[in-house]
């Protein structure tokens, strides 16, 4: 499986985390964070990056705002209330779930 | 850095042709492309498109179907809205409201034919709502094309103006495959004077509904062109 595919499953809670680090961000700058932090490892695809989103705002999890920027109009997602406690939950959720697979997969650390 | 005009031109024709029409869409992928070109500076803007763009939106088709996602996505939210404003129509205070276009259709009813109470419901609750929106998908073209831009529409307005199709093709089911094989054409007449409630009760309907797709345009509908 390519690591795209395993990176799929994660991208609510890779979008959720990232905007609870910065208060608000565009679709752009998003996919340019994520490279910049795996040093290129990770490509967060536009085909899968806007569903997500969209999906995340019609949840309740997202608030949008636009600014114009450049002559252009600039759409930034922010996390709402709820937005912010899914996060926590998320990432907390992901890291156990990375605890146990290390665990699996290399018993020798999960047992230090 | 801004992009040039020939890019911008190159932008807006590209996205014009792969089929993304309506402001909101539009908006988001122009400014995600041009950053994009801004950082990358290519050379070639067109095999840019081609090579970088395209394949990381999964292609043509893959750029409409995160469109038509969230299309599907508005239309549900929209549709959700419609249904708690109706809901909360049947609850204190505005049942009040309810209660008065019943009385006062019943005793529309009561004085004139079935058919003119049906005829005032229709006009109260489905043309005027419809008025309205029409005036302002047609209000939101003429501020578009005023300021030249390359789209016409507006996504949630579109999602509106669904909910309103709703009605229209329940009305022509019920009257031209409910009515003709349930009661007969020639018998409706007849039937409406012997179930004067039924239409009382439909009309009032018809009514609740117009409140509430007007209650929604004012919470919802983008009449004049502004940032979304």
């Known amino acids: 499986m390519s ?11 890779i979008i959720l985390k990232l905007l609870k680090e910065n208060e608000k961000m565009y679709g752009y700058e998003i996919t340019q964070r994520v490279k910049e932090i ?13 569903p997500t989103l969209h999906k995340l705002e019609a949840e309740g999890m997202l608030s949008t705002e636009t600014q114009k920027v450049d002559n252009r109009i600039r759409k930034y997602y922010s996390l709402t209330k709820e937005g912010n406690a899914e996060a926590q939950t998320k990432v907390a959720e992901l890291e156990e779930f990375l605890l146990n697979l290390q665990k699996l997969l290399n018993p020798k650390l999960g047992m230090g | 850095m801004s992009l040039t005009t020939t890019q911008h031109n190159i932008l807006v024709k590209y996205l014009k042709d792969v089929g993304i029409g309506h402001q909101e869409p539009f908006e988001e992928f122009y400014d995600h492309i041009a950053t994009a070109i801004e950082k990358d500076k290519p050379e070639d803007v067109k095999k840019y498109f081609r090579e970088v763009i395209q394949p990381s939106f999964g292609g043509v088709q893959g750029m409409l179907d995160v469109v038509n996602e969230q299309s599907k996505i508005r239309r549900i939210a929209i549709l959700k809205r419609a249904k708690e404003i109706f809901l909360s129509l049947f609850g204190w205070p505005a049942i009040g409201f309810v209660m008065v276009s019943f009385i006062l259709l019943q005793t529309l009813s009561n004085r004139f034919d079935e058919k003119y109470v049906l005829i005032y419901a229709a006009i109260l609750g489905l ?3 419809a008025s309205v929106m029409m005036y302002g998908v047609f209000s939101f ?16 307005n579109y999602s509106i103006l669904l909910l309103m199709v709703i009605p229209f093709n329940a009305l022509s089911i019920v009257g031209n495959l409910l009515i003709p094989i349930f009661i007969g054409r020639d018998n ?10 039924i239409t009382v009760c439909f009309s009032t309907l018809v009514l609740l509904f117009g409140f509430t797709c007007l209650k929604l345009f ?8 502004e940032m979304i």
């Open chain 2, 218 to 225: 004012k919470e919802n509908f983008t009449f004049k062109l």
């Open chain 1, 38 to 50: 795996t040093a290129g490892e990770f490509k967060i695809t536009e085909g899968a990056l806007y």
């Open chain 2, 127 to 129: 043309f005027i709502p």
């Open chain 2, 188 to 197: 409706f007449g007849q039937f409406l004077t012997a179930y004067p409630a």
């Open chain 1, 3 to 13: 690591s795209s595919k395993l990176l799929k499953g994660s991208l609510a809670t």
């Open chain 2, 141 to 156: 073209y003429k501020d578009c094309k005023k300021q030249q831009l390359p789209y016409r529409a507006n996504d949630l």
